[in-house]
């Protein structure tokens, strides 16, 4: 069993920074990549960015050039720092961790609780 716990959300004004943490603990032999998919309301849930286990970092299209995922492979983290934020970044972010499943092929993804961020004047 893998447990998510992100920080970091908050409120902040347009054009702001803000940056999202992510610690995963339990059983966790290894992971194929960790990183961040974000929901808004009235929206599907998105990819924001995630990173490989060796460090390939990978940006949905309306967060590239700002946002920059970051990881701490040994101990189990995963950050977001989020530069010059827009409204319509407001939203939960949740943090994943995609463990291999051996033999398939095939991950399993584990989802943290989310963090609001809220970008307003």
């Known amino acids: 069993q893998v447990q998510l716990v992100e920080s970091g959300g908050g409120l902040v004004q347009p054009g702001g920074s803000l940056r999202l943490s992510c610690v995963a603990s339990?059983?966790?032999?290894?992971?194929?990549?960790m990183g961040w998919y974000r929901q808004a309301p009235g929206k599907q849930r998105e990819l924001v960015a995630t990173?490989?286990?060796?460090?390939?970092?990978k940006y949905g299209d309306s967060v590239k050039g700002r946002f920059t995922i970051s990881a701490d492979n040994a101990n189990n983290a995963v950050y977001l720092q989020m530069n010059i934020l827009k409204p319509d970044d407001t939203a939960v972010y949740y943090c994943?961790?995609?463990?291999?499943?051996?033999?398939?092929?095939?991950?399993?993804?584990?989802w943290g609780q989310g963090t609001q961020v809220t970008v307003s004047s």
């Open positions: 339990g059983s966790i032999s290894n992971f194929d990549a």
């Open positions: 994943v961790l995609d463990e291999p499943v051996e033999g398939t092929g095939l991950y399993f993804r584990s």
């Open positions: 990173i490989s286990d060796s460090g390939a970092p």
